[in-house]
């Protein structure tokens, strides 16, 4: 029988398989001498804090810098700066613009003179520029928007 000949590049993938294997094993071993030279981590060590500014750092924050937070004033998942009193109640306005084309205009607040954003579908009439309304004030992720607009006669 004759004897299988290796060509030269199954020699060098051969040699690099290797050559990466022993790699790999010296990494391992580096691994390992490094992770005895260290010893185990006390639980100080190990321990991650929050400084005043949200952080994470290794050593403790100063106390006092602490700042207490009572539980009403934290609000899940609505916007911090907008006040349940302020929402859903009526409110009078002028539209200052409107295009029928797009369906959307804007109501400038009589009292705050706040733009609040109208929709056609929230209409209940149809209502032109400078036309004075009524509408219920609420709140989107995008901002101030007026719904069950009507014409004030």
Same mark, same amino acid.
């Given at each position: 029988?004759?004897?299988?000949?290796?060509?030269?590049?199954?020699?060098?993938?051969?040699?690099?398989?290797?050559?990466?294997?022993?790699?790999?094993?010296?990494?391992?071993?580096?691994?390992?001498?490094?992770?005895?030279?260290?010893?185990?981590?006390?639980?100080?060590?190990?321990?991650?804090?929050?400084?005043?500014?949200?952080?994470?750092?290794?050593?403790?924050?100063?106390?006092?810098?602490?700042? +207490?937070?009572?539980?009403?004033?934290? @609000? $899940?998942?609505? *916007? %911090?700066?907008? !006040?349940?009193?302020?929402?859903?109640?009526?409110?009078?306005?002028?539209?200052?613009?409107?295009?029928?084309?797009?369906?959307?205009?804007?109501?400038?607040?009589?009292?705050?003179?706040?733009?609040?954003?109208?929709?056609?579908?929230?209409?209940?009439?149809?209502?032109? +520029?400078?036309?004075?309304?009524?509408? @219920? $004030?609420?709140? *989107? %992720?995008?901002? !101030?928007?007026?719904?069950?607009?009507?014409?004030?006669?």
């Amino acid at each position: 029988m004759a004897k299988s000949q290796q060509t030269f590049k199954k020699k060098e993938k051969e040699k690099k398989k290797q050559k990466k294997k022993q790699a790999k094993l010296e990494r391992r071993e580096l691994r390992k001498q490094q992770k005895t030279e260290r010893g185990k981590l006390t639980l100080e060590e190990q321990l991650s804090y929050l400084d005043e500014n949200g952080h994470i750092v290794s050593e403790k924050p100063d106390p006092s810098k602490k700042v +207490e937070i009572k539980l009403d004033q934290i @609000v $899940l998942g609505g *916007n %911090p700066g907008l !006040a349940n009193d302020e929402s859903d109640i009526e409110r009078k306005g002028k539209v200052n613009y409107f295009d029928h084309e797009k369906g959307f205009g804007f109501i400038i607040d009589s009292k705050s003179g706040e733009r609040v954003f109208a929709h056609i579908n929230d209409c209940y009439e149809s209502i032109k +520029e400078n036309h004075k309304v009524s509408y @219920v $004030l609420t709140h *989107n %992720p995008k901002g !101030a928007v007026a719904i069950d607009v009507e014409l004030i006669k």
